[in-house]
Every structure is written in structure tokens, then in C-alpha cells.
């Protein structure tokens, strides 16, 4: 059995072979950084994926079946041990746009949804994608 920061990195690794068979379905010309920071407190550094369109960047968090973890608010106010807070992932956005344009960040959370009474239902909002 693996533990979980290994089954973390393959689902990143599954999560980065889903973007590149969509670029290669979309046939879009593409270079593909993974798993580098490009500056200190770079949080947005599991892929970045650059097109002749702009750039995304995405920060990939996992948690198994066993070591489920729920959505809460304290895990964008102050990382709740996830390195996810929000003033550092807004921190990581700002000093990456002061060097690039048209770059996009996406934090993708394979966690399960917050708990009915966590305050961060208040703020979420169900998208179509």
C-alpha cells in the first residue's frame, strides 16, 4: 500500500496526463513545466502549461479514501496545514503578474465538500464545467 503523499503525486501525475491528452486532442502547441518552482513562495508550481495563448498554472492537492479530508474555511485562512491560505496563494499570483500577462491559476482540490455548518459554504458556488 502506498501512503498518501505517494498516491498524491499519482494522481498529480494522472491530473497532468489528462491535460496533455486534451492539448493533444485540441492539437494545441504547448510546453509543459512540471513539479518546478520558478520563484521563492511559487505555490502554483505542480504544472504550469504554456500556450501560445497565455500561461495556467496549477497547485494539485489530493487526500485518499483513508485520510479524507474535508473543505473547511480555516484551509484558506491560514493553510490549515495544506498550504493553501489565501494570502499566500494571492501572494504567488501577484508576484508571477508582475512578470507574465495573461496567466491563469487554478487550485484543484480532490477533497471532499465542507461540512454543512463550515462558514466556506456560505462563499461557494456550484459551476458547470
Known sequence: MQSPIHEGYEYQDYFTVSII???MLKQTDAELIIDRKDFSGDKFDDLKVKTPNGTTEFQIKYSDDENTHKLTKDDFAN????????????????????SEN????????????????????????????
Do not use: M, Y
Open 21 to 23: 491528452l486534451q492539448l
Open 79 to 98: 493553510g490549515n496545514g495544506h498550504d493553501t491560505a489565501l494570502c499566500d496563494l494571492f501572494a504567488s499570483w501577484k508576484t508571477r503578474k508582475e
Open 102 to 129: 495573461d496567466n491563469q491559476i487554478k487550485l484543484c482540490l480532490a477533497w471532499n465538500r465542507p461540512t454543512d455548518d463550515d462558514p466556506i459554504v456560505e462563499f461557494l458556488k456550484p459551476i458547470q464545467e
